[in-house]
């Protein structure tokens, strides 16, 4: 059973949700709030005209692709093949994009590996890898972030205030800290601002996050693995009982690792896992929904 470091939002009346069949993902490009670097992303769309909510998906330290293909990826122009597209994407990343169209919204997984020539994405246990630094969580990835709100705000099926977003591991850091920014005035996107945010085992110690203190000025839903063989989901907890503004809440999963919602049948072979997935999955469209209601 998950257990509930600060909550603030009464318990919900869980049910299982019918999926209907969704559209296969596009991909489109738009410009990071760097400046300087255009974006790959991959759509998943809703059905009807809209608008829509709408929500972006930050990838985490693996990249978005399947570790299948990943191995494969090169840098390559907008508009060329590449052997990383919308037919590579992680089993993972493709669920979430198909349960948020399902559920009525514009879903953005932003790609910040390919198009600074990293698709490949990296293994386990290189939080110190050098090369990390060009598409870092501090300073990097936040713009990414904020050129995909911007790009979704400026849509005509997307409701500009109800952009939300979701990240996992480095990607759950990465949204840690644009949420930091934003709280901070920081932002590039002075005119739109994320309304929640949902993050997955993120890494919360001082290399990966902005403040050990950190501000919010939206809801925020944290979703951690006690058995998280990667980073510390302790020191998350403590790290985000100590935030202001928000609301903030933890969840701890009894039994779940790093990548409980991994789709893959080795991590789903963990009971932990299964019953974590299960309640995210079952939790994550009502908790936004319920936001701003």
């Not at 990071?32 to 670097?37: C, H, N, R, V």
């Not at 939790?283 to 929904?289: K, N, V």
């Amino acid at each position: 059973m998950p257990r509930s470091i600060r909550s603030f939002i009464p318990a919900l009346l869980l049910g299982f949700t019918v999926w209907s069949a969704a559209a296969a993902p596009r991909a489109t490009h738009f410009p990071s709030a760097d400046g300087t670097t255009e974006l790959v992303g991959y759509l998943f769309e809703p059905a009807g005209a809209g608008p829509h909510p709408a929500i972006v998906m930050l990838h985490g330290r693996a990249g978005p692709y399947s570790s299948n293909a990943s191995a494969g990826c090169t840098l390559v122009a907008p508009g060329q093949a590449s052997p990383c597209n919308a037919a590579t994407l992680s089993r993972r990343h493709e669920m979430w994009g198909e349960y948020w169209a399902a559920h009525g919204y514009v879903a953005l997984l932003v790609d910040s590996f390919g198009p600074r020539g990293r698709a490949h994405g990296y293994g386990r246990f290189t939080h110190d890898d050098p090369d990390r630094d060009a598409v870092n969580e501090l300073t990097v990835r936040p713009l990414d972030a904020e050129g995909a709100l911007a790009w979704l705000g400026a849509r005509a099926d997307v409701t500009p205030a109800r952009v939300m977003l979701q990240g996992w591991s480095n990607g759950a850091s990465t949204a840690l800290n644009t949420m930091q920014r934003q709280a901070a005035g920081a932002s590039a996107t002075k005119a739109l601002r994320f309304r929640a945010a949902l993050v997955f085992y993120p890494g919360c110690g001082p290399k990966a996050l902005l403040s050990q203190r950190p501000g919010f000025d939206a809801p925020l839903w944290a979703f951690l693995g006690s058995d998280d063989e990667e980073v510390s989901p302790e020191t998350c907890a403590k790290v985000l009982a100590k935030a202001s503004g928000g609301p903030v809440a933890v969840t701890t999963y009894a039994g779940a690792t790093h990548d409980f919602d991994d789709p893959g049948k080795a991590r789903q072979a963990v009971a932990g896992n299964r019953a974590a997935k299960d309640d995210a999955m079952t939790r994550a469209a009502a908790l936004l929904d319920a936001v701003g209601r």
